[in-house]
């Protein structure tokens, strides 16, 4: 299976913390680059975060850095979103995306599958 499944979404006071997990395939994850992206109502899917193959290389949107974290876990398979000091304008669909290559990259094109999703809500 090469689509990554997203999990931990859910409803959060503002300025609380959520951690969102994404699990893919051994032989899927071991050879790209993860990403996270987030879609809002009425808003285009937006970049959140990056993280190379190896996980020497991370990026974030502006609008999360200090307060996101993206790590990975290569033994698991799975790759992380840390999100602290949430604010209402983080809540979105956040899905989870395989790189086509090993390099952290910011485009949407740069992703070749994608997770179905989790929502995150953030209350005021």
């Known amino acids: 299976q090469v689509q990554p499944v997203e999990s931990g979404g859910g409803l959060v006071q503002a300025g609380g913390s959520l951690r969102l997990s994404c699990a893919a395939s051994?032989?899927?994850?071991?050879?790209?680059?993860m990403g996270w992206f987030r879609q809002a109502p009425g808003k285009d899917r937006e970049f959140v975060a990056t993280i190379s193959r190896s996980g020497g290389n991370l990026f974030y949107a502006e609008s999360v850095k200090g307060r996101f974290s993206i790590s990975r876990d290569n033994d698991l398979n799975t790759v992380y979103l840390q999100m602290n000091s949430l604010k209402p304008d983080d809540t979105a669909v956040y899905y989870c995306?395989?790189?086509?290559?090993?390099?952290?990259?910011?485009?949407?094109?740069?992703?070749?599958?994608w997770g179905q999703g989790t929502q995150v809500t953030v209350s005021s």
């Open positions: 995306a395989v790189g086509r290559g090993i390099a952290a990259r910011i485009e949407y094109d740069a992703y070749a599958y």
């Open positions: 051994r032989e899927t994850f071991s050879s790209h680059a």
